[in-house]
């Protein structure tokens, strides 16, 4: 896990990455393209705390992982998510932070569209308050699942 050290640059990252994708890769479907980031193998080496994938911008990070690849597109625009990517992007990297849950893992335990509809009540209520409630709602009723332990 990486340091607290490099905390808000993680974060500045991936909320980059939730964000910029659509404006880089036109219609791209963004819930697949943050499922797709969420399993890769630079969010996993972020995760381990390698400084050289930590200071990558994450427009940097969207090239490099999607360049040339035939990317799944929906008609759905970035401005119809509102702060919802962000919002997203922050939580899904406090969780991990918090609970040293890889978002590799995180991502199937809540979806993208699981977040949306979270979105509407929580994101005003803390970070803290909302990783509280993911944890019990998604994770704390499945521990047993094999989705965790794998």
Known sequence: MYDKIY????????IE???????MLPNINIE???KVYLKSEHRKHVEDGMPYYIAQLGSVVI???????NYPTDGRR????GDSL???GMVYNYLFFKYNIPCSKLIDLITV?????????????GLDHTAEHLYEVFIEKDK???KLKA
Not at 7 to 14: A, F, M, P, R, S
Not at 113 to 125: A, I, N, P, W
């Open 113 to 125: 569209s699981d977040m949306l509809k979270q979105y509407v009540t929580m994101h005003e209520t």
């Open 78 to 81: 970035i401005e119809s998510y």
């Open 32 to 34: 697949w393209m943050i």
């Open 17 to 23: 990455i939730f964000e910029y994708g659509q404006d």
């Open 86 to 88: 962000y919002w997203m």
């Open 7 to 14: 905390y808000e640059d993680v974060k500045t990252q991936l």
């Open 63 to 69: 090239r490099d992982m999607l360049k040339g690849t």
């Open 144 to 146: 047993s699942s094999p």
